[in-house]
């Protein structure tokens, strides 16, 4: 029986695009209804192509394209990878999705705690709910398609 090739980089991301038309094809048909705010679809379609493009699954694999795609800062997800193996963690439903966030949510707290020892305050505005939700929505959905595809292909006898 012929394996069934493994979705590479360029296939999730046309996997992820191809959803991101029609979730938001979907959020403006919310935001017509009067159901969402206009605030609430650009936080989803932000922290979805955010997600799409720099918080991938695979980036617990060093040589990836969402890995390559931090340019410069590309340093940042060593450890990352260096903890989670492939296909571990970082591809569980829920757990990978949280692992990538809190690990980045630890960055920008640790660059915060040193900007405060120079005598930098910065005192960030937490926006309502709604956008918070929708933002950690769209951060979900194309770890959600990545991981998916991932376990469809597995399945259909393809490479892990």
Do not use: K
């Not at 094809?25 to 705010?37: C, K, N, T």
């Not at 989803?44 to 969402?66: N, Q, T």
């Not at 960030?124 to 292909?153: E, K, M, Q």
């Amino acid at each position: 029986m012929d394996s069934w090739p493994v979705p590479s980089g360029r296939v999730h991301l046309r996997i992820d695009a191809g959803c991101l038309v029609c979730w938001g094809g979907f959020g403006f048909y919310l935001l017509a209804r009067g159901e969402i705010s206009y605030q609430e679809l650009v936080g989803f379609i932000a922290g979805y192509v955010f997600s799409m493009l720099f918080l991938s699954p695979d980036l617990d694999l060093s040589r990836s394209r969402a890995f390559r795609r931090w340019g410069i800062l590309r340093w940042l997800w060593i450890p990352y990878a260096s903890l989670f193996r492939h296909r571990g963690l970082s591809h569980r439903l829920l757990l990978g999705p949280f692992s990538r966030v809190l690990y980045l949510t630890a960055i920008v707290g640790m660059i915060g705690f040193v900007l405060s020892l120079l005598g930098l305050r910065i005192a960030p505005s937490v926006p309502p709910w709604r956008i918070l939700a929708a933002v950690g929505i769209g951060l979900y959905l194309p770890n959600l398609s990545h991981i998916l595809a991932d376990r469809i292909s597995s399945a259909l006898g393809g490479r892990g």
